[in-house]
């Protein structure tokens, strides 16, 4: 099981917001897809913040009980991002994931720039099919 890797499970194709855009954009973007939220890149693709619902619908209803006028993204993002690297392993992020982090991680190169997502589904997908694997040999 150790030789399972991120850069096998991982989203390739993430949703991912600039720190230009508008809430409205964001927020029309985060819900046109399935993901909880994602990586806020540069213009070179590496990861400057993270966006999430939990982010968007706090500005949200803060927005909605003072009427306050538009927001950024990078007003919302979180700046201190975890990322994950594409060769660590799955069983380490796992437990990475099993303290209160996020529940989706930037996958970075070495340059750091971003190359996909990963999320608690995603890694419990892999152990889940690598445990099946397992049991089929055994039986």
Same mark, same amino acid.
């Given at each position: 099981?150790?030789?399972?890797?991120?850069?096998?499970?991982?989203?390739?194709?993430?949703?991912?917001?600039?720190?230009?855009?508008?809430?409205?954009?964001?927020?029309?973007?985060?819900?046109?897809?399935?993901?909880?939220?994602? *990586? !806020? %890149? =540069?213009? @070179?693709?590496?990861?400057? &913040?993270?966006? #999430?619902?939990? +982010?968007? /619908?706090?500005?949200?209803?803060?927005?909605?009980?003072?009427?306050?006028?538009?927001?950024?993204?990078?007003?919302?993002?979180?700046?201190?991002?975890?990322?994950?690297?594409?060769?660590?392993?799955?069983?380490?992020?796992?437990?990475?994931?099993?303290?209160?982090?996020?529940?989706?991680? *930037? !996958? %970075? =190169?070495? @340059?750091?720039?971003?190359? &996909?997502?990963? #999320?608690?589904? +995603?890694? /419990?997908?892999?152990?889940?099919?690598?445990?099946?694997?397992?049991?089929?040999?055994?039986?």
């Amino acid at each position: 099981m150790n030789l399972l890797k991120v850069s096998d499970h991982m989203n390739h194709h993430p949703v991912t917001f600039n720190q230009d855009m508008t809430l409205e954009a964001a927020v029309d973007r985060l819900t046109d897809v399935a993901q909880l939220g994602g *990586p !806020v %890149v =540069d213009a @070179n693709r590496k990861v400057v &913040g993270f966006l #999430s619902e939990q +982010d968007c /619908l706090a500005r949200m209803l803060l927005s909605s009980y003072h009427d306050e006028g538009l927001a950024y993204v990078r007003d919302l993002m979180r700046k201190d991002v975890l990322t994950v690297h594409m060769h660590s392993g799955i069983i380490e992020l796992a437990q990475l994931m099993l303290g209160a982090k996020p529940k989706i991680y *930037p !996958v %970075v =190169d070495d @340059n750091g720039v971003l190359q &996909g997502v990963i #999320s608690r589904t +995603d890694v /419990l997908r892999a152990i889940d099919q690598e445990l099946h694997s397992h049991y089929r040999k055994v039986s």
